[in-house]
Nanobody
Framework: QVRLVESGGGLVQPGGSLRLSCAASGSIFSIAFMGWYRQAPGKERESVAG???????HYADSVKGRFTISRDNAKNTVFLQMNSLNPEDTAVYYC??????WGQGTQVTVSS
């Protein structure tokens, strides 16, 4: 059984930054690929960024150049550094681990 726990969400002004963390516990040796999804009110959940165990990354077009995903395999933790945030980034952000492990979500609100 794998457990994912997110932290780091909150309220930030437009143009600001936040860093999300996702700590994995349990049978983590099985998680080769991890990522972040988000779901805004009234919208479907969408992929934001992903990273392989070897560090290969991919990003949604909407966050390229602003968000950076990274992982610390020794600490079983994945991070999402979010810069130049705008109100359209407001959503609940979920940590995901292959094949189908999910965290409980953390709220990110970008507002002045």
């Amino acid at each position: 059984q794998v457990r994912l726990v997110e932290s780091g969400g909150g309220l930030v002004q437009p143009g600001g930054s936040l860093r999300l963390s996702c700590a994995a516990s349990g049978s983590i040796f099985s998680i080769a690929f991890m990522g972040w999804y988000r779901q805004a009110p009234g919208k479907e959940r969408e992929s934001v960024a992903g990273i392989s165990s070897g560090g290969r990354q991919h990003y949604a077009d909407s966050v390229k150049g602003r968000f950076t995903i990274s992982r610390d395999n020794a600490k079983n933790t994945v991070f999402l550094q979010m810069n130049s945030l705008n109100p359209e980034d407001t959503a609940v952000y979920y940590c995901w681990g292959h094949p189908d492990y999910w965290g409980q979500g953390t709220q990110v609100t970008v507002s002045s």
